[in-house]
């Protein structure tokens, strides 16, 4: 579990089956949040929300693998909060069930996204940009906030490494593409969110990750 001390509310921590890196991010002022990739333990969640005394108004999904929304019904029906995805996930969303009964975990309905997301789009708080960054998945995003030099990379970028390319709509050339185009060329001293494991920074990737150097 990392918590870091910015001018927005951050805190990272794993949930779900899987370990996924579940991250809520929150306006101190108007105490609005999102939570991004709410991967399972919604119990967990919801007391993070309750004890930052913050309120969910979006869950945001860097892509549709399962380990990354199966909280996503519950937290939504507790919360309200509507859930966003980029619309080339949604037939990994939609195959739910079948991505559970291959690794094994209890399978509970997930209702659709309410929203598609877009390249650039302006997140409803905290100033976040989504960034579609395809090749661990058709539709993965990463979330940028600029101002607080924090990077949410989902399973696209991990410490010293990468997301993997070999299930459903993976695409090597095209998440090299994302990092080098797209991440690579944020500031070198930015955190970097990985989807499981410990954060890293984009500058440190640059010059030492095992597969895609800058």
Known sequence: MTEQKTALIKETFPVGPLQCNCTIVGDPITKKAIVIDPGGDPEIILSKLEAHGLKAVALIHTHAHLD???ASGEIKKKTGAPIHLHKEDKFLWDNLETQCRMF???YNPIPDPDFW???DQELPCCEGVAMHTPGHTPGSMCFHFEKENLLIAGDTLFRRSIGRTDL????????EKSIRDRLYTLDEETTVVTGHGPDTRIGEEIRENSIIRG
């Open 68 to 70: 990354h929304f199966l």
């Open 168 to 175: 459903w709509g993976g695409d090597f050339k095209a998440i």
């Open 104 to 106: 094994g975990v209890p």
């Open 117 to 119: 997301l877009n390249d």
